[in-house]
């Protein structure tokens, strides 16, 4: 008796540990059953049991999900039922369904490629819900809408929702090396097993192509733009072929970065120049077998001539030159060229030499009003309406390097005739990396709706981005993923937000960052608003909070070299002028800040007048900007009604105090979600506020060894010193190569 009594207390715990064990695996696809009874009774009458045509491998991987999903969150298995049946949810095509195909035509709905349909019926007097799409993957991404509507209480009473993607093309870019580390990566090693690959397929990479599929990711870059052109040979591209196949089904295609030296590491010639017929040929030859083996092949990611990547102007050619060499061999294949802009090479001195009046660096330029602002737009203006249709050249959202807050970058408009997608960054190098949580929509939102007046008022990146302001006929976006090996993918839980914003965007670029918070909150953490409020004010407060505590004011550039961990803004020693800090910040005993007006780098003038005109005036320049643009005195009174010193003062205080008020604000829902996650992300806020303390203390006793200005004595003063702060250092920071 006793005996039985124990086993059943045990398999009792193990049951509620089972139930209750929450490590994040599951991202946003938890499919936990309704506990809310009104919704439960309201969804299990109104979903009599499924009906899928599976006809082919997409519809079959659906009807799967809506299985698995539906009997999760109905908690009971999910029946099949005829087409005819009362309450029937029927997902499927015009091919695959005789009930769809006729509904589409009455309605007189076009989806498109992708897009889907959900609609409430009455046919025949049967009460039927629809998923409805022209392509087996406008089903899937219906499937998953659908589910989402019911991890998130929402009414499907009528239901008669259509939904389109804006951008084609939308991308993961894994900066994965084939040894596994992930350059920039904070969360583990690459989820790529390169050794087990192509015989043992991880349960991993379907789990990997569902989380994505389910919010619309439609292409993965598997390998780091600082490229290595092994992934091209024979071996590799098997393994390549296997993660293809297992994506196929979600939708997702797979994508590589070409290392443009590759003709001379791996093909034994003797240039890589692209205009050289041996080159070409090889190229050819080496896509010729790509497609062979991965007919849906999307195409090549392509650094080149930046950060000692090889390219193009290796052999006295243009950028142009060297992508539509790729171009012009992809295009039979329908595969495409992504050419990145992230340039900034050739008109900086190098450590030892100095700036010379009147001295011209490579391109004309003098070397005097050099500033790396410029770059991009200097190499890649010229170059406007020289690419092929198949090419787009890939812009980071801002002109330096993922920075908690910049600017839009003025390539946006400037390229009329090319095809422009935006690159954001997913993965947090300079927020924090994977121990502070930093909810990062605001920062793509920002970008996406700026306004770059190219094309007259309302010439926005987000319309840039999608092709429909010049009519281009691909279009694109690219984030820089978050995801690694560790069990919850991102490192911090809440690093999955900016994975599931990143791709919610991509699809819609007009969902409001609240929104879309809103529906990761409720799949993520249930909904209950006492979760749902708190967790969401959190989200929204994080990205200003971490711009505050980090580089206030438009300050940018002063983290820590190589690792980027922690502030640094004192280094002046690093191997290019424009590494160090001290370039992007010029504190001196006047003031604080960049001068990129007329009177310094004019790097203001590659914006539209409008533009330029609200941001080179120091009263007119949008305070969160102004240390980009300005060189501002000490005591210059801003439009707060304080001073530059006070205002830093202020708001790197006010950072810090944000993130104390994260925590407080963490504790309330302590009582409502499992103790897995809440001491998970309890710990990492208490990281994140020490290092918020950290990062003001440093950087505002470094600067008012300029400013000679003390700090306010209402503010708690800094605890250590300025020597404390510059002695520390990090040899084993993660995410730069070497460094798992
Ligand atoms: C910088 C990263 C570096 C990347 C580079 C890039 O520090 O690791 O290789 O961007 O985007 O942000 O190519």
């Known amino acids: 008796m006793k005996k039985t009594l124990f086993v059943l207390l045990l398999s009792l715990l193990v049951v509620t540990a089972y139930v209750h064990a929450e ?140 939904s389109i993607p804006k951008i084609q093309r939308r991308i993961l870019n894994h900066w994965d090396n084939l040894n596994r580390s992930v350059e920039r990566g904070y969360a583990g090693i690459s989820i790529w097993n390169w050794h087990t690959l192509p015989d043992y397929i991880d349960k991993r990479y379907i789990d990997y192509a569902r989380a994505n599929a389910s919010i619309g990711i439609n292409g993965t870059v598997l390998t780091n ?39 001379v590491e791996i093909g034994r010639l003797k240039t890589a120049d692209p205009l050289n017929p041996e080159v070409i040929e090889w190229w050819k030859h080496l896509c010729d077998k790509i ?92 170059l406007d309406g020289k690419f092929k249709e198949n090419v787009l050249i890939q812009v980071k959202n801002g002109p330096i390097d993922f920075q908690p807050r910049e600017p839009f970058s003025p390539l946006f408009g400037a390229m009329p005739n090319t095809q422009l997608m935006a690159e954001f960054q ?107 409020q708190p967790i969401q004010q959190i989200m929204m407060a994080s990205r200003e909070a971490a711009v505050n505590y980090m580089t206030p004011l438009g300050l940018h550039h002063i983290m820590g070299t190589g690792h980027h961990y922690g502030p640094a803004p004192w280094v002046e020693n690093a191997g290019r002028a424009d590494w160090n800090p001290v370039y992007y910040h010029k504190a001196d005993k006047k003031g604080l800040g960049f001068d990129r007006t007329a009177t310094g780098s004019d790097a203001l003038s590659q914006y539209a007048p409008e533009v330029r005109k609200q941001w080179e005036n120091m009263k007119t320049c949008n305070i969160e900007y102004i240390l980009w643009f300005h060189h501002v005195p000490w005591n210059y ?58 990062w003001r203390n440093a950087c505002l006793l470094y600067f008012q060894t300029f400013s000679e200005l003390p700090i306010p004595s209402h503010y708690e003063a800094p605890d250590k010193t300025l020597e404390y702060y510059k002695s520390l250092r990090f040899p084993h920071a993660p995410g730069i190569n070497g460094n798992l």
């Not at 806020?685 to 020490?690: G, P, S, T, V, Y």
């Open 23 to 162: 490590n994040g695996y599951d991202l946003w696809l938890r499919y936990k059953k309704i506990e809310d009874p009104t919704y439960l009774n309201l969804y299990r009458k109104s979903i009599a049991g499924i009906h899928i045509n599976a006809i082919s491998p997409t519809l079959l991987v659906a009807k799967k999900e809506l299985e698995m999903g539906l009997s999760g969150l109905l908690g009971a298995p999910i029946k099949e039922v005829g087409a005819q049946t009362d309450n029937a949810l029927i997902a499927g095509t015009p091919s695959s369904s005789p009930v769809i195909k006729s509904f589409l035509e009455k309605e007189k709905i076009k989806t498109g490629q992708e897009g889907f349909a959900i609609y409430s019926q009455t046919i025949n007097n049967k009460k039927l819900i629809l998923i409805a799409a022209e392509t087996d993957l406008g089903v899937l991404y219906g499937v998953f809408h659908f589910l989402k509507l019911l991890q998130s209480h929402q009414s499907i009473q009528s239901l008669s929702t259509i």
């Open 225 to 263: 733009v600082n490229a290595s052109s092994l992934v091209l040979t024979d071996p590799y591209l098997e393994k390549v072929k296997a993660l293809a196949d297992v994506f196929r089904p979600y939708g997702i295609r797979v994508y590589l970065t070409a290392k443009f030296s590759a003709p």
């Open 291 to 382: 497609y062979k083996m991965i007919p849906d092949f999307g195409g090549f990611l392509i650094k080149a001539n930046s950060e000692g990547q090889p390219g193009p102007q290796g052999y006295g050619r243009t950028h142009a030159d060297g992508a539509n060499m790729f171009a012009d061999i992809l295009a039979p294949h329908g595969g495409i060229v992504m050419w990145r802009a992230f340039v900034y090479d050739a008109r900086v001195q190098r450590r030892g030499e100095h700036f010379e009046e009147g001295k011209k660096d490579v391109a004309g330029e003098s070397i005097a009003s050099a500033d790396r602002f410029k770059q991009a737009y200097l190499e890649f203006k010229p």
């Open 426 to 532: 997913i993965t947090q190098e300079y927020l924090g990396q994977a121990t502070h949580l930093v909810y990062q929509a605001p920062l793509y939102k920002e970008c996406l709706d700026a306004d770059t007046y190219a094309y007259g008022r309302g010439s926005t990146v987000a319309k840039i981005t999608d092709g429909s302001l010049k009519k281009h006929k691909i279009s694109a976006i690219a984030g820089v993923a978050n995801i690694g090996n560790d069990i919850n993918w991102t490192g911090h839980l809440f690093g999955q937000a900016n994975w599931y914003a990143f791709g919610r965007l991509a699809w819609d670029h007009t969902l409001s960052s609240e929104t879309i918070a809103e529906e990761w909150i409720r799949q993520t953490f249930g909904n209950n608003p006492k979760v749902l």
């Open 637 to 694: 009174t801003l439009s707060t009604g304080r001073s530059l010193w006070d205002e830093l003062c202020f708001r790197y205080y006010s950072g810090a105090d944000t993130v104390k008020w994260m925590q407080d604000i963490w504790t309330t829902v302590k009582a409502y979600i499992d103790e897995e996650r809440y001491n998970h992300v309890r710990q990492l806020l208490n990281i994140q506020h020490k290092e918020a303390k950290w």
